[in-house]
């Protein structure tokens, strides 16, 4: 490989990494506030909005004419703000573990989109990770049937299906300006959550939570953008699965949270299967090629 390019590699992998820790956090910004979903989502969507607007600004000062969304975009848009509420609710009624670990599955219910609605036929190796990976939720959700945590499973399955959705109209609408629907999505939230809530009603603390939520959220954001375009897709998906061990291990040291036997049972089945399915794509791949899918990040994310 030459120097050049593996310079570019090793950079790739550092932003990918660096962003999977950033996405890894949101459970605990999440758990570590008392304000409500609604008021979270509407004050860290302002600060994402202004940090990821004033970036995608930046990249395309040339050619702002780009940044037109269209009905395309708005429905991105749209989609991105969906899924953030559903993202931060689930956490606030559900184990961390249990939300990144059902978010885990985004590619392989993508994959069944798509071939529903797409007519686009998975390959063998997919579909037998797919059904490894809903052996492993269901592990995790019926474990939950009875207790106070269904409904937070149920969300994140919500979420996860809003995700793969997501990713679907992003691989459908390669000309629509995706990270700048992002960003417009985060200003939905911001708007919404003044018409559903009272934003005001926070403490200075939750407020500074919240606030260093928003520019986490940004922050992976923006990595992941940068490296996922230096790296080939099974690459940028296995680093990014990272993401669920990482999850559960600060949910763990931070908040003394520590998921239930099922739970670990039933995201040890979805990690194997991921990393088993990336690692596999990576071999036959050889590791070359940037990235040209488009993972949803980090939901709510």
Known sequence: MPQSRQSSHVLGIALVVASTVFFALAGIFTKSTSAD????????????????????????????????????????????????????????????????????????????????????????RTLVTALACLVGVATIVAA??????????????????????????????????AVWAAAVGSLLLFILGWA???????????????????????????LWTEGARLLAAAEVGLLGAAEVPLAILFAWLILAEAPPLYSMLGGAIVLIAV????????????????SREARAPAAGE
């Open 37 to 124: 979903p609604w008021t979270i989502a509407c004050w860290r969507g302002l600060i994402a909005w202004l940090v990821i607007g004033a970036y995608v600004l930046v990249r395309r000062s040339s050619n702002v004419q780009s940044l037109r969304l269209g009905w395309r975009g708005w429905a991105l848009a749209t989609m991105a703000a969906a899924m953030s509420v559903l993202f931060i609710a689930s956490f606030k009624q559900t184990y961390v573990a249990n939300v990144t670990v059902i978010y885990a599955t985004v590619p392989f219910m993508a994959a069944a989109i798509d071939w529903a609605v797409l007519r686009v036929a998975p390959r063998a």
């Open 144 to 177: 939950g049937i009875g207790g106070d945590r269904l409904a937070g499973d149920a969300l994140a399955l919500a979420m996860t299906f809003c995700c793969a959705i997501y990713l679907v109209m992003v691989r459908a609408y390669r000309d629509t300006p």
């Open 196 to 222: 559903v809530t009272d934003p005001l009603a926070i403490s200075a603390r939750d407020f500074q939570v919240v606030a260093a939520f928003g520019v986490s959220f940004a922050a992976a954001f923006i």
């Open 275 to 290: 990393f088993a399915h990336a690692s596999r794509d990576i071999w036959a791949s050889g590791g070359q090629g940037r």
